[in-house]
């Protein structure tokens, strides 16, 4: 086995001549095997999984057949309509739902979780270059690749996996937009804090406490044109996010909005 200095020079020399996109890549598929390895080898003693993973695990099945989103948990033939938590992570579960016919196992919708705690790494990658560099970026995406407050979610079928996710990339869009601004860059930031507002409903915070600070504090742009942009952003975020409120506010008798 040659492990001499000379061929370890050789490879990080070719490390180093990659470009940051194929860096990106290289430490995107480490953290989604990463990700896998963990749940192959420390997740299947722990099925199945109760509380809210059963909650997401069963209402994607359920979803898939095309129930919409009720209670999993109601030991009924026509389970009650359900906002108990937010709907995207559900609908993400659903995609191998409905490929496996309406039912997918746990197994499957825990390393299809793991597809997301690899987008993180990705995001997280591109938000470190927006603030700093490329170095930053491939250290942030390699933070992002091994912290275990990031990669144990994706084997616990939690609404986390998402959410962080999610707030990865309001974080590069809102970055995206301060370096230089555009109305365009504020319609994806406000798509972007409308889906985190999906993810967790805690999350609609980001639009007072990102958007509409990074867009009227900007100052590359004159007041009616972050006036403009701001008004794009939030009315993006209500597009996002409006149908799921009316969807609540039509099914339910007392008020629910997002959960």
């Known amino acids: 086995m040659n492990s001499s200095p000379h061929t370890l020079s050789l490879r990080l020399s070719r490390w180093a001549r990659m470009q940051f996109r194929s860096k990106l890549i290289c430490v995107t598929i480490a953290g989604l095997a990463f990700r896998v ?8 003693s722990h099925l199945p999984l109760a509380g809210d993973a059963h909650f997401y695990s069963v209402g994607a099945n359920i979803l898939a057949k095309g129930k919409g989103f009720v209670d999993p948990f109601a030991l009924t033939r026509s389970p009650p309509p359900s906002a108990a938590h937010p709907p995207l992570y559900l609908l993400w579960l659903a995609i191998p739902s409905v490929l496996w016919g309406g039912h997918a196992t746990q197994t499957v919708q825990m390393l299809w979780s793991c597809v997301l705690g690899a987008g993180t790494v990705w995001a997280c990658g591109l938000a470190g270059k927006e603030v700093s560099g490329e170095r930053c970026g491939l250290i942030a995406a390699t933070l992002a690749a091994i912290y275990p407050n990031i990669w144990l979610h994706d084997g616990m079928l939690l609404s986390e996996t998402m959410a962080i996710l999610v707030s990865a990339v ?13 109305t365009r860059r504020a319609v994806w930031l406000g798509l972007w804090c409308g889906m985190a507002g999906l993810a967790r409903a805690e999350l609609v915070l980001v639009v007072p406490l990102i958007l509409v600070p990074v867009v009227l504090l900007n100052r590359q742009l004159a007041w009616k044109h972050r006036v403009r942009s701001l008004v794009a952003g939030c009315l993006v975020s209500v597009i996002v996010v409006g149908p799921w409120v009316a969807f609540n506010v039509s099914r339910f008798h007392e008020p629910v909005y997002i959960s």
Do not use: N
């Open 37 to 44: 390895g963990y749940v192959w080898l420390f997740r299947f």
């Open 170 to 182: 309001v974080l590069l869009t809102a970055y995206r937009y301060w370096s230089a601004p555009s």
